[in-house]
């Protein structure tokens, strides 16, 4: 069957009445369902977005996001709809304010990037600091010294290091609790000295 222009003007007009008919009912939903929502989402907003200013606007565009897709296909669940939308809006919103635009940047070198390694002196003064930590855990009882390695560094659960020392697990927490408190009094004694453990 060949389309005439009268039936593809039919056509037309069908499809037009039933995206008036849809656009009505999502209306009429909006209405119903999510205007009584508003001083939810209100708070919603003011609660997730620091600058207070943009609570209105950033309604709206919750308000119009809801409304398209209610247009296409009215959600079931119109709260959990809504709030979803409006926690996307939200990430989207702090995607686009985390990136700076390259066009926005004459000079590259003057956009200050930070990096992952650590600068020359941060990572001296990590290597001092735990130069000073060895030191001082060097200084506990050896029972004490081998609980806090096994639970501290090798990341041992007391459970485990109980099984590992043939001992109990609360025997494990006490010596564990003691290596703390010694090496915080060590290392606080000498700071308070300005010394060094070396």
């Known amino acids: 069957m060949a389309e005439t222009p009268e039936s593809i003007r039919e056509g037309a007009k069908l499809h037009a009445r039933r995206f008036v008919m849809a656009a009505s009912d999502a209306n009429d939903w909006f209405v119903r369902e999510v205007l009584p929502l508003e001083q939810a989402l209100m708070q919603y907003l003011r609660h997730n977005w620091r600058a207070k200013a943009d609570i209105t606007d950033l309604r709206q565009e919750v308000y119009v996001r809801v409304l398209e897709a209610a247009r296409k296909e009215i959600p079931e669940r119109a709260r959990q709809f809504v709030f979803s939308t409006a926690r996307n809006l939200l990430i989207d919103r702090v995607r686009r304010e985390q990136v700076v635009p390259i066009e926005a940047v004459s000079d590259l070198d003057a956009l200050t990037i930070a990096m992952d390694a650590p600068g020359p002196e941060r990572a001296a003064a990590s290597r001092d600091e735990l130069r000073h930590l060895l030191a001082a855990v060097d200084r506990l009882p050896p029972r004490c010294r081998e609980i806090f390695m ?19 697990e ?8 003691i290596g703390i408190r010694m090496l915080a009094n060590i290392l606080h004694s000498e700071n308070s000295a300005g010394g060094d453990v070396s």
Do not use: D, F, P, Y
Not at 150 to 168: F, S, Y
Not at 170 to 177: E, F, G, I, R, Y
């Open 170 to 177: 609360s025997n494990v927490s006490k010596q564990l609790a």
């Open 150 to 168: 096994l639970g501290k560094v090798e990341g041992l659960g007391g459970r485990e290091i109980a099984a590992h020392l043939g001992t109990t």
